[in-house]
C-alpha cells in the first residue's frame, strides 16, 4: 500500500473499525494515547512491523513498546515479578512502560524486540487507544508517529504534516493530555523520563536514572543524544530572544509562544512538542527556550529539551 495522503478519521466507531480493518490487513495507523501519537501495527505479524520501521524510517536496532488492553495481556507477552506487577498495578491504564524478560511464547515478533530477551510493555488509558486495542484482539507496537529523529507527535496535524505521505490512516482525537512520551522502567532504573516521575514511581527513593548510566547499566537503546530534534538550532536556559531567534517562554520568561505562562510543569509538558513544532514552522532561523525546573516532570521536560537542542 503506497498512500499518497492519510485519511484524517475524527474519533469514533467509524474511525476505530477503519483503523482495526487496516491493521487485520497488515497495515500500521496514527491513533493518538495519552502520551503521544503512536504509530500502530499488529505485533504478531513481523510485515507489518517492519512497516513501521519503514515508514518512520527507523534504524532496526531500536526496539518498539507493545500495547496491550490490561494486565493480563501484558503478563501473556513478559515475565513479572512482584516489583512489576505492583508497578503495573499502581500505574496502568497510564503512561508507564515497563522493560521485562519476553516469554518465550509471547508471539511477538522479533522484529518488535530488535533481537533482545526483553520487551517493552504498556497499558495505555487513552480512550482511542483502548478502542483500537479492543476492535484488533492483539498487541500493538507502536512508536511515536513521526519520522525517526523528528520530534514526536501531539496532534492529528503533526503526523499529518510529518507522515502523512507514508501512512493510510490518522485517528484524530485532539490534543494528546499529557504530552511527552512514557517514562520507561526497568527494575529500579528509568531508562527514559516521563510524564511519571521517580517520586511518584519509587516513593522509597532508590531509582536510578538513564541519565547516569553508570548506576544502571542499561540504556535504551532508544535513547540517542539527537533524537527529539527541530530543524533549527536551538539555545536552553534563554532569558531573552537574541535576533533571528523564537523564544520559548516559560513562567516568568513571556518569548513569543509559552509553555506555561502560570509556570505550571504538567501543562508545559502537554505543550512541550506543539511549541517546538510551532517554533520549527516560525520564520524564525533559530529557537531559544526558557529555564524550566529540574523537578518533577521538569526532568522529562529538560530530558527532550536538551536532546532537541544536541547538534546533528
Ligand atoms: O509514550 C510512548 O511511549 C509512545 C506511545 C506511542 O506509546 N511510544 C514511544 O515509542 O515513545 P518509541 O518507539 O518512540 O520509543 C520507545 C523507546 C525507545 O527509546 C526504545 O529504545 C525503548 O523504548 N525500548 C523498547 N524496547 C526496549 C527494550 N527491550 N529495552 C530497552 N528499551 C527499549
Ligand atoms: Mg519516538
Redesign the pocket.
Known sequence: MKPTNPRILPYGTAAIEAAAEVIRAGGCVAVP?E?????AADATDSRAVAGIYAAKG?PSF????V?VPDLAAAERIALFDDAARELARRFWPG?L?L?LP?RPDAGIASLV??G?D???V?V?RHRA?QALLAACGRPLA????NRSGTI?PTRAEHVDANLGDRIALVIDDGATP?G???T?V?GHAI??P?PLTPEALFPGGGAATAADPDATG??????LASHYAPSKPLRLNARDARPGEWLIGFGPVAGDDSLSPAGDLTEAAAALFDALHRADAAPAAAIAVAPVPETGIGVAINDRLRRAAHPR
Do not use: D, K, W
Open positions: 494515547t502520551t503521544v501519537y503512536g504509530l527507523r531500536n526496539p518498539l513498546i500495547h503512561p512502560t522493560v519476553v524486540t530488535a533482545l526483553t520487551v517493552a504498556r495505555p487507544m507502536a512508536p511515536s508517529a514526536s499529557a511527552i512520551e512514557s520507561i526497568r531508562l527514559r516521563g542499561i540504556v535504551a537503546p532508544g535513547q
